[in-house]
């Protein structure tokens, strides 16, 4: 499945200009905040077997929707994950809800086929200007580590002290935003179903990335807890990462 997304990025990200050009407010009349939509690209484990013939065809028609994606300025930010698991990449979408992202998404042939399975999470509430034009012609990739922040043992949000630990967390996710260490953060919806309750993209490797994440209070105290994941996007699209190994 890696093969999937082996074209995505600088396919995609080299419209990611036009489209944060479309994000920035205007001065006459003023324009909302973009909101944005996280999609987790996972692997089904009932994945349907494909001939060679096969495979290669669905992928064609994958990238063919990718770029028309791109072109109509939808997709904004995608990389894929580099470790083994389930899963496989990420989506970002600037939409104006999440029901239009699932139709942009069920789009995708090897969605259609079974071969991908899309979760959407959002409104993702990042700084829009944490996204960054990318460089014509694209510089290469960088690597990042991704953390999906679940819900802990103690996730309460109307327990008492619960907004005080996460005014602490969001003090220090600034702090580590100002010193270069985390790409771009953000929460989902308080009243989001399932567990995942943020995203944060550390430019940082994986063990200083889990250093930082244990000394993050709101994991400290019980409510979050991070899911570590390399992952890879275009250079210069986010604050700068590591480089590629």
């Not at 944060?20 to 909302?32: D, I, M, R, S, V």
């Amino acid at each position: 499945m890696k093969r999937l997304f082996s074209g995505l990025i600088l396919l995609l990200l080299a419209s990611a200009g036009s489209v944060w050009a479309q994000a920035q407010p205007q001065a006459q009349p003023p324009t909302a905040v973009p909101q944005f939509f996280l999609v987790l690209l996972t692997r089904p484990a009932n994945a349907p077997q494909l001939s060679k013939e096969a495979g290669d065809k669905l992928q064609e028609e994958h990238m063919a929707n990718i770029r028309r994606l791109a072109a109509e300025h939808k997709l904004v930010v995608a990389g894929p994950f580099t470790d083994d698991t389930v899963l496989r990449g990420i989506f970002v979408f600037q939409a104006d809800s999440e029901a239009q992202v699932q139709e942009w998404t069920n789009s995708d042939p090897a969605i259609k086929a079974g071969h991908l399975a899309a979760e959407v999470h959002g409104p993702w509430r990042i700084d829009p200007k944490a996204i960054h034009p990318a460089p014509e012609p694209l510089q290469g990739m960088e690597q990042y580590t991704l953390v999906l922040m679940k819900a802990g043992e103690k996730w309460d949000p109307s327990a008492p002290g619960f907004m005080d630990v996460a005014k602490e967390h969001g003090a220090y996710l600034k702090q580590l935003i100002q010193a270069g260490s985390i790409a771009i953060a953000g929460p989902f919806p308080i009243n989001q179903k399932g567990e995942l309750r943020g995203v944060i993209v550390y430019c940082v490797g994986p063990e200083q990335t889990a250093k930082l994440a244990e000394d993050d209070p709101i994991v400290k105290a019980g409510l979050l807890k991070p899911e570590m994941h390399p992952w890879i996007t275009a250079k210069g699209v986010l604050a700068p990462g590591q480089p590629m190994q």
